[in-house]
């Protein structure tokens, strides 16, 4: 059963195992154990981003496709579904219509820069794909008549996903793990009280059903793409990886491979697109477009581990934290040096991103092959040791990140 | 041999890179069940009339013909995919895979799985148990689930070897298979290729500098110099011909043989 719905890929860390589940039940109860709305939208954000980043990753870690035009078909996604609900007024056929123009426009410019470009040699594609997510945006930001150009398109969502809606009309209960954690630390004597106050009341409205709309796909999306990955087809997709000039020569059209690849990434980006607009109910060029989230996905899939589809979890998940959290940490920091020349200048709320690159850096030096990567290099090390330095076993090279067990290891 | 037309043929066959012709004009038939060597200097063209035959260089002129069909301007996967099965002289395999997922790949293109996006690859044990039986032929079973790049150089070879007998080819294009293997190993391919021809009515092409090894295995040898083709017939009349003697062979070679 597990083995069917993790398609025999495990974590193969134990670590690894503990924060996905965290992530998880996270996820999961949501609204239920974190009470603040920023918390309820950084969760969803992170729903959404998990496909995102694994679509990403299909392309870079799998297939090693370049392509930095993954914003344009998230930007599609969002922009289809606000533009037809702009013109045809708020209801779930609009909705429908939406999804069905973003994956068909998807699918169309998918397959034109796969065909037209991948045949070249890669940088080209690269660069190919620059172009046309710029001409993209350029496009949508003057057209403004129908995109609303910088102004952006305010998503008016039906009623029934919207904030005004009830789903069930009593309140149920959350409980709150943020006032938990926070008195267990400060008053552990009083852990009566602690507990009575972490219970808060949520009102599941049509913003909660929004976030399982998000959490479901976020589910569901990955765990076909992990599939995809532990599919003959992705064994393809390894071996143009590794080997390219090989592959052919082994009767693989690796130019058919490759464009799906970048149509499979591109259909699943725009539906999260889709999912985005309806869910953030404000779709501009600065949050769907920009080129500033592009190298963001870039971030988020390498800092997880590239070609390991939890890796898009993991780095989905810490980079949005952080894009959310570390602020607030710095503000917190920046009150202590106050007055401090220099210091309190580098540690302001606004300087996150810059405390976000040396993060980067960090991780990049120390773990090269992202933190799912690690963890697993790790975990092998452990299992070796653990088998008695038998010398067969120390002959062995690591199962490097992006190998498929076929075994499960327990 | 049969006066029927050959079922793979180069005619006039020529690439031409910037003023130097690599091949030149090279036509040459094969018939099922003969294993044909090809012999010839360093730089006299041989591995670059085998990737003008598998696909992997285009030609400037002249045609390829498989089955009597024109195969000249197909893809390499395209002509792998009609029985062109190449095994290359510098390894070139999946480095960062197992051993296992290498052959498994050959077995699964041969199988035409590749566009299967749902089921687990793990669960089609048939082309799982098939790869295995391909490295146990080339006796790497037991290091199936070995990273490819961690492997000797040796084990390589015969890995590349398992990779082409899992193609299942019509047409076994063998580059050298024993260069920088160890006297002990490479008996074992020898056995293979031996063993291919005689049990399978297929086309064996082997690149080779042993003469031994090409004395004791070819039905034929062809000699290529400076691109062009400069003898093909009978080993033993082909080895002793003045042109191969002070084209190829030299003082050296006559003296061992």
């Known amino acids: 059963m597990l083995n069917a719905i993790l398609s025999g890929d495990y974590p193969r860390s ?55 035009a993954h914003t344009m078909f998230f930007g599609i996604g969002a922009y289809a579904v606000a533009m037809v609900i702009a013109s045809m007024g708020s209801s779930f056929g609009a909705i429908g219509l939406g999804v069905l123009a973003a994956v068909l426009a998807a699918t169309a410019l998918a397959l034109l820069l796969g065909l037209l470009s991948l045949r070249v040699k890669a940088i080209f594609f690269a660069l190919v794909t620059l172009a046309v997510a710029f001409a993209f945006m350029t496009l949508v930001n003057q057209l403004y008549t129908v995109t609303g150009g910088e102004d952006g398109l305010r998503v008016r969502v039906p009623r029934e996903i919207g904030p005004a809606f009830r789903l069930i009309e009593n309140d149920l209960y959350g409980f709150s793990i943020t006032t938990f954690l926070g008195g267990l630390f400060t008053q552990p004597w009083n852990l009566g009280e602690v507990i009575r106050e972490s219970v808060y009341s949520v009102r599941v409205t049509g913003r909660v059903v929004m976030y399982y709309v998000c959490f479901f796909f976020g589910l569901t999306m990955f765990l076909l793409m992990l599939r995809m990955m532990n599919s003959p087809f992705g064994r393809v997709l390894q071996a143009i990886r590794e080997n390219e000039f090989r592959a052919e020569a082994l009767g693989y059209k690796t130019v058919y491979y490759r464009t799906a690849t970048v149509v499979l990434a591109a259909v699943l980006t725009a539906l999260a697109g889709v999912l985005f607009a309806l869910f953030n109910r404000y779709v501009n060029p600065e949050n769907t477009l920009d080129f500033e989230l592009m190298v963001f996905i870039l971030l988020m899939c390498v800092i997880g581990g590239m070609g390991t589809m939890y890796g898009a979890v993991v780095g989905a998940a810490l980079f949005l934290l952080a ?54 290099l790790w975990a092998d090390e452990r299992r070796r040791r653990a088998a008695g330095g038998d010398e067969d076993q120390s002959d062995r090279l690591q199962q490097g990140a992006t190998q498929p067990a076929e075994q499960p290891k327990g | 041999m049969t006066s029927q037309s050959p079922v793979l043929e180069t005619e006039e066959l020529t690439i031409n890179f910037g003023g130097h012709y690599a091949v030149n004009r090279v036509s040459c038939g094969f018939f099922p069940g003969t294993l044909t060597s090809i012999v010839g200097p360093n730089g006299a063209g041989k591995t670059t009339w085998f990737n003008l035959i598998s696909g992997q260089l285009q030609a400037t002129s002249g045609n390829v013909r498989l089955f009597g069909e024109d195969i000249t301007r197909l893809s390499a996967p395209a002509r792998a995919d009609k029985g062109l099965g190449r095994a290359f002289q510098l390894t070139n395999l999946f480095p960062n895979l197992t051993v296992l997922e290498n052959v498994r790949l050959a077995v699964a293109a041969r199988h035409r799985t590749g566009y299967n996006f749902w089921q687990m690859a793990s669960r089609r044990r048939d082309i799982i148990d098939r790869a295995m039986e391909y490295l146990s032929q080339v006796q790497l079973d037991k290091r199936a689930d070995y990273l490819v790049a961690g492997l000797p150089h040796g084990d390589q070879r015969k890995l590349e070897v398992a990779m082409l007998l899992a193609l299942e080819p019509e047409v076994f294009m063998f580059d050298e298979p024993t260069a920088g293997m160890s006297v002990d190993e490479v008996p074992v391919i020898l056995d293979l290729i031996a063993d291919i021809k005689r049990r399978q009515d297929k086309i064996i092409l082997l690149v080779e500098h042993k003469m031994d090894v090409v004395r004791s295995l070819s039905d034929r040898i062809v000699v290529l110099h400076n691109g062009e083709l400069v003898a093909d017939g009978e080993p033993a009349e082909v080895i002793a011909s003045p042109i191969v003697q002070e084209a190829y062979l030299g003082a050296p070679q006559q003296a061992a043989s």
């Open chain 1, 14 to 68: 134990r670590v690894l195992t503990a924060v996905l589940l965290v992530i998880l039940i996270c996820l999961a109860l949501g609204p239920f154990l974190f009470p603040s709305t920023r918390a309820f939208t950084t969760l969803g954000m992170i729903c959404i981003f998990i496909v995102v980043v694994a679509s990403y990753d299909v392309m870079l870690g799998y297939t090693h496709i370049v392509s930095f």
């Open chain 1, 323 to 376: 894009e959310n959290y570390l602020q607030d940490l710095l503000a917190v920091l920046g009150g202590y040096v106050e007055g401090v020349p220099l210091v309190s200048g580098l540690v302001g709320p606004e300087r996150w991103l810059l405390w976000f690159g040396v993060l980067f850096v960090l991780s990049v030096y120390f773990f090269p092959k992202g933190i799912v990567g690690q963890l697993r």
